[in-house]
């Protein structure tokens, strides 16, 4: 399983990288969040999956 975060649909919402610690980075500059791996980690999956669907701005998508 693949994970992006689209750079122009994230707005520093936060809530992946609460949900997903391990997942998910956010960026000191603009807080923006990107993956910390694209290949998503099989004991993160779950917490990604979730991250998906808690984005307010649809910004993460996952590639199986
Ligand atoms: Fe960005 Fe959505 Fe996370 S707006 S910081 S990808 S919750």
């Known amino acids: 399983m693949k994970v992006h ?8 919402h936060t809530l992946c990288s609460m949900i997903a610690p391990k997942a998910f980075e956010l960026s000191e500059i603009d807080g923006h969040s990107s993956p910390v791996d694209e290949n998503v ?3 993160q999956e779950d917490h990604v999956r979730e991250a998906v669907h808690s984005c307010p701005e649809r910004a993460i998508t996952l590639t199986e």
Do not use: L, N, T
């Open 41 to 43: 980690a099989h004991d």
């Open 5 to 12: 975060v689209d750079q122009q649909r994230c707005q520093g």
